[in-house]
């Protein structure tokens, strides 16, 4: 395992989908803003998680930043950042990227008919915030 390798290729990952995300915005595709920006919180986890331990394949990424948290190898502003970060992991996690991909299939709605403006927004300022914090943790200047 090349994990230096592995996190600059999440964070890349992580720009990449945040730069879709914004262009979503400006584009008024509110569904497309939020499975980007998911995806951009997803990879800037997964950066993070590089650095430490295996990355998983899974879009949960709670239990492993929890693992980590409770592993005891942070320093405490290691920490501080990781708990920051798991909060964006629950806030744009696995069910918003069920709900970005399938919609809510028990209420026959569809992905389009789910997200407007303001939760695109918001979704993409809880993606740059985790793209953010990655960075800082691993010594990454933005890009």
């Known amino acids: 395992m090349d994990s230096e ?5 999440r964070l890349r990952l992580a720009d990449g989908f945040l730069g879709e995300a914004r262009d979503d915005v400006t584009r008024a595709r509110w569904r497309s803003c939020v499975d980007n920006a998911q995806l951009a919180v997803e990879n800037a986890v997964k950066a993070v998680l590089a650095r430490f331990v295996p990355v998983p394949r899974t879009h ?3 239990t492993p930043l929890d693992g980590l948290l409770a592993s005891g190898r942070l320093t405490a502003g290691e920490r501080d950042v990781l708990v920051e970060l798991r909060q964006c992991a629950t806030e744009l996690g696995h069910d918003q990227h069920v709900r970005s991909d399938y919609g809510e299939e028990a209420a026959f709605r569809t992905p389009w008919e789910l997200f407007d403006a303001a939760e695109a927004r918001r979704a993409m300022t809880i993606a740059e915030h985790s793209v953010t ?3 800082s943790i691993l010594g990454r200047a933005g890009r």
């Open 133 to 135: 914090l990655a960075r």
């Open 60 to 62: 949960d990424l709670v």
């Open 5 to 9: 390798r592995d996190v600059d290729f």
